[in-house]
């Protein structure tokens, strides 16, 4: 008999998660170089890491042999958002804060819900806590409210929301989401994650944060991943009731963050010239995109991200027909969507290569 049937069954029931292919696996796989390969497929930020992080992470080498302080952190993110320093729980990437929300209120004869087409990580965290995953219908691939609030148990204690979602980008305005909030009972948690937040037009953002005055069964966790292009590093965090917050850094590993990613986090947030550019640039190459799906006759679904997700005949054989051209996307068959692509908003160059090999490989 193997150990491995020692594990619990939940454990063992846990579906890998895929991760984009890396660059390197591709060129050591296709013998490409690695300078010609374009990776559009992990949603990170084409311009990459703020200068101004970066003169941080080098000046915070000089301490690396210390255990990491958050506070600098805590304090400027608590700033930034206008929240208490006793809201903000720090996360190794906001996926550690997903499963620290996970742990802290979910357990074996529990139930979390999240939509179908939902991040991979709500059913890992989900299920690593020995919880049952509800998964609710998509309406247009997106979240559908009602459906979620239907799909709710008197068990479920966790409900799991992107807004925006990945990987197919749709957005629920605000006021409906917070309709959703006054329906959903006061032992339920909802984990409305906001990975892609700083990308929102103008005319979508509003202050979600003011919501947990209301809602103390609310956290909303964000990320550095994304706009602060900091992916390699992970860091991210959530906002909560502070009493929901003490739980979750109860549960957290006490030096979850590395020095490195606290330095790199707090010189992001001053950088705005940084993210405007990061958003600037992600609006332009929507439109090159958006333009050159249409030009190709391809649907696809309007998004609100750093990514675009198309509908294709055959997933599977499109991807392989980019890979062997040194384009990496995202083939999304793990997330029920086998005729659809999710491609990364690149810089102008990387859009323009990605649509010429998609077109090659029509
Ligand atoms: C990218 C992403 C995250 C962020 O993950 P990190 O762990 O912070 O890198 C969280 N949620 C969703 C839906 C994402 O797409």
Same mark, same amino acid.
């Given at each position: 008999? /193997?150990?491995?049937?020692?594990?619990?069954?939940?454990i063992? $029931?846990?579906?890998?998660? %895929?991760?984009?292919k890396?660059?390197t696996?591709?060129?050591?796989?296709?013998?490409?170089?690695?300078?010609s390969?374009?990776?559009?497929?992990? +949603?990170?930020?084409?311009?990459?890491? /703020?200068?101004?992080?970066?003169?941080? #992470?080098?000046?915070a080498?000089?301490?690396i042999?210390?255990?990491?302080?958050n506070?600098?952190?805590? =304090?400027k993110?608590?700033?930034h958002?206008?929240v208490?320093?006793?809201?903000?729980?720090?996360?190794?990437?906001s996926n550690d804060?997903?499963d620290?929300?996970?742990?802290?209120? *979910?357990?074996?004869?529990?139930?979390?819900?999240? /939509? =179908? !087409?939902?991040?991979? #990580?709500?059913p890992?965290?989900?299920m690593?806590?020995g919880?049952e995953?509800i998964?609710?219908?998509?309406k247009?691939?997106?979240?559908d409210?009602? $459906?979620?609030r239907?799909?709710?148990?008197?068990?479920?204690?966790?409900?799991?929301?992107?807004?925006?979602?990945?990987?197919?980008?749709n957005?629920?305005?605000?006021?409906?989401v917070k309709?959703?909030l006054? &329906?959903?009972?006061?032992?339920?948690?909802?984990?409305?994650?906001?990975?892609? +937040?700083?990308?929102?037009?103008?005319?979508?953002? /509003?202050? &979600? *944060?003011?919501?947990?005055?209301?809602?103390?069964?609310? %956290?909303v966790?964000?990320?550095?991943?994304k706009?602060?292009?900091?992916?390699?590093? @992970?860091?991210?965090? $959530?906002v909560? =009731?502070?009493?929901?917050?003490?739980?979750?850094?109860? #549960? @957290?590993?006490?030096?979850?963050?590395?020095?490195?990613?606290?330095?790199?986090?707090?010189?992001?947030?001053?950088?705005h010239?940084?993210?405007?550019?990061s958003?600037?640039?992600?609006?332009?190459?929507?439109?090159?995109?958006? $333009?050159?799906?249409? @030009?190709?006759?391809?649907?696809?679904?309007?998004?609100?991200? +750093?990514?675009?997700?198309?509908a294709?005949?055959?997933?599977?054989?499109?991807?392989?027909?980019? *890979?062997? =051209?040194?384009?990496?996307?995202?083939p999304?068959?793990?997330?029920?969507?086998?005729? !659809?692509?999710?491609? &990364?908003?690149? @810089?102008?160059t990387?859009?323009?290569?990605f *649509?010429?090999?998609?077109?090659?490989a029509?």
């Amino acid at each position: 008999m /193997s150990i491995a049937n020692q594990a619990p069954a939940n454990i063992r $029931a846990i579906s890998p998660y %895929i991760p984009g292919k890396p660059i390197t696996e591709l060129a050591r796989e296709m013998g490409i170089p690695v300078e010609s390969i374009v990776k559009l497929a992990s +949603n990170e930020n084409p311009l990459g890491m /703020s200068p101004k992080a970066r003169v941080a #992470v080098e000046a915070a080498l000089a301490g690396i042999e210390r255990y990491p302080d958050n506070f600098d952190l805590t =304090q400027k993110l608590a700033d930034h958002l206008g929240v208490a320093m006793d809201s903000v729980v720090l996360g190794n990437g906001s996926n550690d804060v997903l499963d620290l929300a996970a742990r802290v209120f *979910l357990a074996p004869g529990r139930s979390a819900v999240f /939509s =179908q !087409h939902a991040f991979a #990580v709500y059913p890992l965290a989900t299920m690593s806590a020995g919880a049952e995953c509800i998964v609710a219908p998509a309406k247009h691939y997106g979240h559908d409210l009602a $459906a979620i609030r239907a799909a709710m148990r008197p068990d479920t204690r966790v409900v799991w929301i992107a807004n925006p979602t990945n990987p197919t980008g749709n957005f629920v305005p605000h006021p409906e989401v917070k309709a959703f909030l006054q &329906t959903v009972p006061a032992d339920v948690v909802v984990v409305l994650d906001e990975a892609y +937040n700083e990308y929102l037009a103008p005319a979508e953002r /509003s202050d &979600t *944060l003011a919501w947990l005055n209301e809602f103390p069964n609310l %956290i909303v966790t964000r990320t550095f991943s994304k706009v602060y292009g900091l992916a390699g590093l @992970r860091v991210g965090y $959530a906002v909560a =009731q502070p009493e929901v917050a003490d739980l979750m850094n109860r #549960v @957290r590993q006490p030096f979850n963050v590395n020095n490195l990613a606290l330095a790199a986090a707090v010189a992001a947030l001053d950088d705005h010239v940084f993210v405007a550019e990061s958003y600037d640039l992600n609006r332009r190459g929507m439109e090159q995109l958006v $333009a050159g799906f249409k @030009r190709l006759g391809l649907e696809h679904i309007p998004s609100h991200g +750093n990514f675009v997700t198309f509908a294709i005949a055959d997933g599977a054989a499109i991807n392989q027909k980019l *890979l062997q =051209q040194g384009v990496i996307v995202r083939p999304l068959g793990g997330y029920g969507l086998p005729n !659809h692509l999710r491609v &990364t908003i690149g @810089r102008e160059t990387e859009n323009a290569r990605f *649509l010429a090999a998609l077109e090659k490989a029509l």
